[in-house]
C-alpha cells in the first residue's frame, strides 16, 4: 500500500511507547461516553476462552511449576548432543503456553560454544529456526540469532530504534514467528525481570468489560514498515481468531508490537503514513495494562532458557541497571515447530514466509557479538 495515493487528514492520538494509565482511563471514559460502541464480540469469536493457556499472573505458582531444572544428567545429554524435548514443544503449544530450562553451566564454555549448545537444544524443542535480519555486517546473510542487551553506551547508540537494545522498560509485546526464546548469558546488576502474560486470559476480560475492543484489534490496522520506501505501512489485524477444527480447538492469536504505532527512540513513527484512531489507541493501551495486571515475573538467572508461544502469551520486561562485569546478555531465537504449529492467519503468511522459508545452511550467521538489525536500526 503506497502513501502518495492517500491524503492525510486525521490526527495521531496522544499516545506513545511508554503507557500511560491516566490517559488510557481517561480515554477509555470519553469513549464509552461519546459513542456508541458494541456490547459483544465480533461474529464468531468466544465469549470465553477456557484452557491451561488461560491464566494469571497472581495464582498461576499455585498451580503451575513452569521451571525445569536440569540434572546433571540430563545436562552431559545436551552437551552429549543427546538431548530429546519433544514433550516441551507439546506443553509450548497446547499447554500453559511457557517453561524455562535451568541450570546450563554458562561459565564452563566460550561464546560460542554456548550458542552452539543453545541452537542444538531448541532444535529438538522446535526444529525449525527464523531468520531475524537477511544481512549481517552489511552483507547478505540469513542472521539466525540475534542479541538482546543495552547498546546505548556503545557506538552504535545513535542507531537504536528498539527498546531491546536499552535498559528501558520493555512495554508488553510479541516478537515474530510462533516460538520465541531467550538464552540468558549474564544478569543485570538490577531490575530486568521477565514478564509473560497470557493472552487468552487478557482476551476474557475483554471480552466481558470491552468487546469492542475485540472488534477493533480483529479489524485492519496501519503498521509502520520501517525504512521500506516502496511500502512504507502495511494493514493487517492484531487479533486472529481461529474456529474449532476437526484437529485442533478453537484458538485466538495476538500478533503486534507498541512500537510500530507509536515509534521509539531512532525510529519515530512516521507523518507521512495514517495515524491510528482513538479506539486503536485505547487497545493499545489495554493489551499493556492487561498485560500488567495478569503477568507472571519471571526470576530469569545466568544459565536459563526461556521458550514462549508468541501467539497466545505476549512479553514484556522491568528497566535494569548495568555496571561493569554484571551486564544483561540474552540472544535470542525464533523457531517454529512444524508438528505442533497452530495455522498461520493468511494475513500473516508473507512475514512467516520471510522468516522460515528458503533458509540456507551456507548463509546462516550465529552472531557471537551484540548488532542492531536492520528492522530496528535508525539513525546513522
Known amino acids: 500500500m503506497s502513501s502518495t495515493a492517500i491524503e492525510i487528514t486525521a490526527k495521531q492520538p496522544d499516545i506513545q511507547y511508554a503507557p500511560d494509565f491516566e490517559k488510557y482511563q481517561a480515554r477509555g471514559k470519553l469513549r464509552l461516553q461519546s459513542e456508541t460502541l458494541p456490547k459483544t464480540v465480533p461474529d464468531g469469536f468466544p465469549e470465553k476462552l477456557s484452557g491451561d493457556m488461560v491464566w494469571d499472573g497472581k495464582d498461576l505458582k499455585d498451580r503451575y511449576n513452569w521451571t525445569y531444572e536440569l540434572s546433571d544428567a540430563e545436562i552431559e545429554e545436551i552437551e552429549g548432543g543427546l538431548a530429546h524435548f519433544k514433550s516441551l514443544s507439546r506443553e509450548l503449544h497446547q499447554g500453559h503456553g511457557f517453561f524455562i530450562l535451568r541450570g546450563l553451566p554458562v561459565d564452563k ?14 532444535s529438538h524443542v522446535a526444529p525449525q529456526r527464523g531468520r531475524q535480519d537477511s544481512q549481517y555486517l552489511g552483507k547478505p546473510a540469513d542472521m539466525m540469532l540475534n542479541h538482546v542487551k543495552d547498546l546505548t553506551y556503545t557506538s552504535q547508540s545513535s542507531s537504536v530504534g528498539s527498546p531491546a537494545y536499552t535498559a528501558d522498560k520493555q512495554v508488553f509485546h510479541t516478537d515474530s514467528g510462533d516460538v520465541v526464546s531467550l538464552f540468558c548469558l ?16 487478557v482476551y476474557n476480560e475483554l471480552a466481558a468489560t470491552r468487546p469492542d475492543l475485540i472488534h477493533t484489534l480483529s479489524a485492519p490496522w496501519p503498521l509502520e514498515n520501517f525504512g521500506n520506501t516502496h511500502e512504507p505501512y502495511t494493514s493487517r489485524p492484531l487479533l486472529y481468531h481461529q474456529p474449532a477444527t476437526a484437529d485442533a480447538p478453537a484458538r485466538v492469536l495476538l500478533q503486534y508490537a507498541r512500537r510500530y504505532f507509536t515509534g521509539f527512540g531512532a525510529l519515530p513513527r512516521s507523518t507521512a503514513i495514517p495515524p491510528i484512531s482513538e479506539a486503536q489507541a485505547e487497545a493499545l493501551d489495554a493489551l499493556h495494562f492487561l498485560g500488567e495486571r495478569f503477568n507472571v515475573g519471571l526470576e530469569f538467572k545466568k544459565g536459563d ?5 508468541n501467539l497466545a502469551v505476549f512479553h514484556a520486561r522491568d528497566g535494569f541497571t548495568d555496571e561493569e562485569g554484571r551486564r544483561r546478555h540474552l540472544v535470542r531465537l525464533w523457531l517454529r515447530d512444524p508438528e505442533y504449529a497452530w495455522d498461520t492467519p493468511r494475513e500473516l503468511e508473507g512475514k512467516w514466509r520471510a522468516l522460515y522459508e528458503g533458509v540456507g545452511a551456507e548463509r546462516e550467521v550465529f552472531p557471537l557479538e551484540p548488532t542492531v538489525r536492520g528492522e530496528s536500526r535508525g539513525g546513522t
Do not use: P
Not at 109 to 122: E, K, L, V
Not at 186 to 201: D, H, K, N, P, Q
Open 186 to 201: 549474564s544478569e543485570a546488576a538490577e531490575g530486568g525481570t521477565s514478564r509473560l502474560a497470557s493472552t487468552w486470559r
Open 305 to 309: 532458557v526461556q521458550y514462549v508461544n
Open 109 to 122: 564454555h566460550t561464546r560460542a560454544d554456548n550458542i552452539a549448545i543453545y541452537a542444538g537444544i531448541s
